[in-house]
């Protein structure tokens, strides 16, 4: 749906009234283009002393061709900020955030991109390390809300042992790939071997995905990056969605599995169908979700359970069962969609701030298991995304969506789909047990 406040903001007359007015500013983001520079200038990248991934990071941009610099001096503008905190080892030296930042933050480009990296704290067991390392949350999700212009904060807790694993992560987060995401904290394990994919425009060449509820929305492009990323994509949607579903698939070059998530042979025909037809299943995608909205003391039994049954349970039964019967390839990758109103609760959606929630509870159950099969299991919850669903919301809270975020802005399908193309890359093993809002940095919510 157009955006037609952000089209008046960018006029010639209306940037000078929000200027003027202080009015909220959501500039077009920088999105991911095939053949497009990583960023869009320089990163200056620097540490606490006794840092332990300056050099990895450094590696890993100069493979994606970014210009490193080391040196503020000067007048040049940034593509991204990177920053190791992983020397911090108590709460006084957070101040080398506050050093190595404050010169240049006027210095960061449209759509630019800062990082922190750290250390887990729940793998520290030193006190003053592990409280430094936690207070670097608060650093970047303040920071986040005072980048302007699409910028981006985020803070990637590596693991010791996994700095050869923050090739796909650090690609992704630099990237305009993540256009929408903002705000976020990321684990990188150090489970599994990060096998680079040999070409990064495609590194699900050779895989195969299923993506459900496919044929619209947030699914189709889902299916449409996944494919482009050179994964060859089952599209599965309910027979109903039966000509569109058709559409999507060939528009992906995949293929079509007419299936109601919630039938009790579900899970037993997608093993058939991506069995007989590919010899296996690589990547799956729970994206099919539905809303039956109504305040709890108005809502009939019937609009509790068809939520509960197509958002959850159905995920459950199907993971079971390709978990159970070998159905997933080994380093395959379950990818679940929750939602903001899974985290930060929604008035009228009770039945959906459950099931959402229960799909961050999913990741947090299964993802040991996960990691046990050399796999991973991750969701992303977005914020307000533009799409069939938020256009059919009443006018003012369709506006208090799309504004109430760091960007000032609804997300695109896209920004969604990027994210999930994320997981799935075979290099992000070390990523398991994730929940990555997609959401502009939403005011509402953690
Ligand atoms: P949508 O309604 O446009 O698409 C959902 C798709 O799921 C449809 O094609 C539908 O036919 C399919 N589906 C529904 N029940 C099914 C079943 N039983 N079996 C198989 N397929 C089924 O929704 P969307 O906006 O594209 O959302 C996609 C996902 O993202 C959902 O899980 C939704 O909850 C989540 N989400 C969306 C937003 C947003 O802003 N649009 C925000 C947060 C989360």
Same mark, same amino acid.
């Given at each position: 749906?157009?955006? @037609? ?8 007359? /209306? ?14 983001? @920088?999105?991911?283009?095939? /053949? ?17 991934? =300056? ?8 493979? +994606? ?6 040196? +503020? !001096? /000067?007048?040049? &503008? ?26 240049? #933050? &006027?210095?960061? &480009?449209?759509?630019?991109? %800062? ?19 936690? *207070? ?27 700095? !050869?694993?923050?090739? $796909? ?39 195969? *995905? ?10 189709? $492009? ?8 050179? *994964? ?16 999507? !698939? ?12 919630? +039938? ?42 068809? %939520? ?5 349970? =159905?995920? #459950? ?6 978990? =159970? &019967? ?6 395959? @990758? ?7 109103? /899974? ?11 459950? =099931? ?24 992303? !919850? ?14 003012? #809270? ?22 999930? +193309? ?25």
């Amino acid at each position: 749906m157009t955006d @037609r406040y952000q089209q008046f903001a960018s006029s010639t007359v /209306g940037s000078l009234m929000v200027r003027r007015l202080g009015l909220p500013d959501p500039v077009p983001l @920088r999105r991911y283009e095939p /053949g497009q520079p990583l960023l869009t200038g320089p990163a200056l990248l620097g540490g606490a002393p006794g840092g332990r991934l =300056s050099d990895a990071v450094a590696e890993v941009l100069g493979k +994606a061709d970014a210009e490193v610099v080391t040196d +503020a !001096a /000067g007048d040049t &503008r940034f593509g991204a900020l990177v920053f190791d905190a992983t020397g911090i080892t108590s709460p006084e030296q957070l101040v080398r955030l506050h050093e190595f930042f404050n010169p240049v #933050l &006027r210095r960061v &480009r449209s759509s630019g991109r %800062v990082l922190v990296l750290g250390t887990p704290p729940e793998k520290i067991t030193a006190a003053a390390e592990k409280i430094a390392q936690r *207070a670097l949350e608060g650093f970047t999700r303040s920071l986040g809300k005072e980048m302007r212009r699409g910028a981006t904060v985020q803070l990637v807790y590596v693991e010791k042992g996994a700095e !050869a694993s923050m090739e $796909s992560t650090l690609r992704f987060l630099l990237s305009a790939r993540s256009a929408y995401v903002s705000g976020q904290v990321v684990r990188i394990s150090a489970a599994g071997e990060a096998l680079a994919p040999e070409d990064w425009t495609r590194p699900l060449a050779g895989k195969v *995905a299923v993506v459900t509820g496919a044929s619209r929305g947030i699914g189709a $492009s889902i299916a449409t990056v996944l494919a482009r990323d050179g *994964a060859t994509v089952v599209c599965l949607d309910v027979p109903a969605a039966g000509d569109r579903l058709s559409t999507v !698939a060939n528009r992906v070059g995949g293929s079509t599995l007419q299936l109601d998530v919630t +039938a009790d042979d579900a899970a037993d025909r997608l093993i058939e169908f991506t069995g007989g037809r590919y010899g296996g299943l690589d990547i799956l995608v729970h994206n099919a979700g539905i809303t039956r909205d109504r305040k709890l003391a108005n809502m009939d039994r019937g609009r509790w359970d068809s %939520v509960l049954a197509v958002n959850l349970a =159905s995920q #459950l039964r199907i993971n079971e069962t390709l978990l =159970s &019967r070998k159905g997933l390839n080994s380093g395959g @990758r379950i990818i679940g969609v929750s939602s903001m109103a /899974g985290i930060a609760g929604n008035a009228g959606q009770t039945n959906y701030g459950t =099931s959402k929630a229960g799909v961050i509870g999913m990741v947090q159950a299964l993802a040991p298991r996960m990691a046990r099969r050399g796999g991973t299991v991750n969701a992303v !919850a977005p914020g307000f995304i533009e799409t069939d669903m938020t256009a059919a919301m009443p006018l003012f #809270l369709r506006e208090a969506g799309r504004r109430m975020n760091a960007m000032t802005q609804g997300g695109l399908p896209v920004d969604v789909a990027e994210t999930i +193309a994320w997981y799935a890359n075979p290099a992000s093993v070390g990523v398991n047990g994730n929940v990555v809002r997609v959401c502009g940095q939403s005011l509402l919510g953690a």
